[in-house]
């Protein structure tokens, strides 16, 4: 009986033989697992450990036991093949992005061109609420407004003088 089952089991590097492919399937009808719990890579003749659950996922992917044995290809094939179907194809993602850039068109709405001249009235008095419009004087003064000359209209709320000066007449006036 050992004679039988060491002949049944697949050997690296040789296809199976009709006889085998039928004691295979007579070998997993009556326990529910192949002989020796590996099968043949048809394509480079490795052996591959086929136990459980992947080898019922791959007898329903291949359609039915005899099916597997008989066109069964390993990883290593499978990844060669799909590397040779991408190159032959081209690039999925640079085949994407090439799709995307002409498919997409941008409708960018026309900028008016106007010429801003400088604030003058109210406008410049209320701008000065938001924004101090010498900040560089401001800055340089040690956060002061001493020598500015929008003090007299300025509105904002960091507007300050240095201690001992006040504003008189437009003027900056030591006290």
Known sequence: MKKNTTTIKAIAGQQ??????????EHYNKKGSFPGNKIVCTATGKLTTCVAGWRDKKIKEYGSIENLLRNYKCRGVNKTLRQEKIKAIGSPKKGRKA??????????????????GPLTGQDLIDNTKVACQRPDIFLNNGRHCLDCNFFEICQNNNKCLLKGFEFKAGEFVEI
């Open 16 to 25: 199976l033989s009709e006889e085998q492919i039928k004691a295979f399937i």
């Open 99 to 116: 799709k995307e850039k002409e498919e997409i068109s941008y409708d960018i709405p026309q900028m008016k061109n106007t010429v801003r």
